[in-house]
């Protein structure tokens, strides 16, 4: 079965630090990658995506991901987050013979302080 | 201004009572999709529609209905909710080529069945 980790449920990071937001996946063929990002009371919003081409992605908001085939990962990162930046953070993949379904993580919950 | 809008954005009703939740785009989309997300589980799909009178079943379809009637309109119908229903739910569209391009979310439905 195809599925989606991500290894945290909680990344508590001071402002100004770096972040990264862990995600794996199980597939046996070829994925599309995504990430998506949720404000407080709000719906789900696209930060980035990995169709084909260039591994190293770069999104919205300064945020970049990086695929790695061999370790099946797409980890999100940001250099310097801001208060701003604190929201759950959603992984999700797209199987290649199933571009209908989309199948996501159970969500990071980034809590930026000051 | 693009979007998508559900309605109501929070409910409260009782076991058996049938109700719709209403999901519409104004942005020509063929594909529209609904989704449940719970704590811990992530967002996970109901049912989606490739286009008008086109529909197939999610990863937990069980105790739902969808209809698609007209392109922008993809209620959500629950014949007899349970309390195991209770839920935050996402209508969403993108347009042709389905989940792989960016999807646009609604701002989401409460609903509590008691």
């Known amino acids: 079965a195809q599925s989606v980790t991500q290894l945290d449920s909680q990344v508590p990071v001071f402002e100004e630090a770096p972040v990264e937001l862990r995600c794996n996946y199980s597939?046996?063929?070829?994925?599309?990658l995504f990430w998506y990002v949720q404000y407080p009371n709000q719906g789900l919003q696209l930060l980035l995506k990995y169709l084909s081409g260039s591994t190293l992605v770069k999104g919205i908001n300064g945020f970049e991901a990086e695929f790695n085939k061999s370790q099946t990962s797409f980890h999100l990162r940001k250099p310097s987050v801001h208060i701003s930046d604190t929201a759950e953070y959603f992984c999700?993949?797209?199987?290649?013979?199933?571009?209908?379904?989309?199948?996501f993580g159970t969500g990071t919950r980034l809590q930026v302080f000051p | 201004e693009a979007q998508v809008t559900q309605n109501p954005r929070y409910l409260i009703t009782v076991t058996g009572k049938k109700l719709t939740v209403t999901c519409s785009q104004n942005m020509n989309h063929e594909y529209m999709s609904w989704y449940r997300q719970d704590p811990g589980l992530g967002l996970r799909q109901i049912y989606y529609?490739?286009?008008?009178?086109?529909?197939d079943k999610g990863d937990v379809p069980e105790g739902y209905k969808v209809s698609r009637k007209e392109k922008r309109n993809f209620p959500l119908i629950l014949e007899s909710p349970s309390p195991n229903q209770t839920s935050l739910y996402f209508c969403?569209?993108?347009?042709?080529?389905?989940?792989?391009?960016?999807?646009?979310f609604g701002p989401g439905t409460r609903l509590t069945v008691l």
């Open positions: 597939s046996s063929v070829s994925v599309y």
């Open positions: 999700a993949v797209i199987l290649s013979y199933n571009t209908d379904k989309l199948i």
């Open positions: 969403a569209s993108t347009g042709s080529g389905g989940a792989r391009n960016e999807q646009f």
């Open positions: 529609s490739m286009n008008v009178e086109v529909t």
